[in-house]
């Protein structure tokens, strides 16, 4: 075998069976810094971080080189939701997060806390916003490009309207936010987790699915919730709540909890389970939305029909 071969055949494995090889690096490094006593809320980033690296080699081999749409519509959804997930976690993290080692004198377990409204986060939340999104958006890019590429839909986006209403998805909205006042009401305390996630799922998508929903690759969404709600059941419901590196305020939340993933005072409510499939789905919108806007020859056609 010649040397341009082997390196193939290296390339050819790692595209075909690397995701395999990745998910048990994923999982084995943190659990064996567990294991050592070593495992803290930032060496737990590990859990995002490698899978962005050997997807981010993915997905740069299988796309064209330089900055063609898919690359510019990964950068722009995968920054979008960075940016509103920071932004919003110093806005309105304290009436849905909580982090008890930011008041102790050190910080705990804590790199470093950084002043918010109402309080102060961790840097780590920070990191978490800027490596979650991304790793999501690279696997369902991925999924999308290589392994489930058959079920990608064709971008036939001359004579379509990216932009459009979907009255069942409003009616849906609705009934939300008539549940959500009700729940208010009931509770005596306004539910800003189950607003903000079903504002950050429900919103987008009235005015986004009607369209882009035929042109996203479902399996591929599949695929990357999988991935997701395997990752946080581990990373979160497994570690991160047994050993105190958040916890939810229960003032904020619908009231409804999953009590096998709680621990004595810290709750595990219903919401942060629904984040793991609200999540990709608005990832998955945003990126076939922004794919599409750069793969049409006339962008306000595009949004806005001929």
């Not at 749409?69 to 849905?96: M, N, P």
């Not at 609705?174 to 429900?202: C, D, E, R």
Request: aromatic share 16%.
């Amino acid at each position: 075998m010649t040397t341009n071969s082997r390196r193939e055949a290296i390339r050819s494995f790692w595209l075909e069976l690397g995701w395999l090889v990745t998910l048990v690096i994923t999982f084995a490094i943190p659990l064996g810094l567990d294991a050592v006593g070593a495992l803290t809320y930032f060496t737990s980033l590990l859990f995002w971080l490698i899978p962005i690296v050997y997807l981010s080699w993915t997905f740069m081999t299988v796309t064209a080189a330089g900055q063609g749409r898919r690359r510019k519509a990964l950068l722009i959804s995968a920054l979008t939701i960075v940016v509103l997930g920071v932004v919003l976690d110093f806005l309105l993290g304290f009436k849905t997060l909580r982090f008890p080692d930011c008041a102790k004198p050190d910080w705990g377990n804590y790199l470093l806390c950084l002043p918010a409204v109402g309080g102060t986060i961790p840097v780590e939340e920070i990191l978490f916003y800027a490596l979650g999104p991304v790793a999501m958006t690279l696997a369902y890019a991925c999924a999308d490009e290589k392994w489930l590429r058959y079920y990608n839909p064709p971008d036939d986006l001359l004579n379509v309207r990216l932009l459009q209403i979907s009255w069942p998805l409003v009616y849906t909205a609705a009934g939300a936010i008539s549940a959500l006042f009700v729940a208010w009401q009931v509770n005596g305390s306004f539910p800003t987790y189950a607003a903000f996630l079903s504002a950050g799922a429900l919103l987008p998508a009235v005015f986004l699915y009607r369209c882009i929903g035929g042109l996203t690759n479902w399996p591929a969404f599949a695929m990357t919730t999988l991935y997701v709600s395997v990752t946080s059941v581990i990373w979160e419901a497994t570690l991160a709540i047994p050993r105190g590196w958040w916890g939810y305020e229960p003032s904020g939340m619908l009231g409804w909890q999953i009590k096998a993933w709680g621990r004595d005072e810290t709750i595990f409510p219903i919401e942060a389970a629904f984040v793991w499939l609200a999540a990709p789905f608005f990832t998955v919108l945003l990126y076939e939305f922004a794919k599409a806007v750069m793969h049409h020859p006339n962008k306000r056609a595009a949004l806005l029909g001929n």
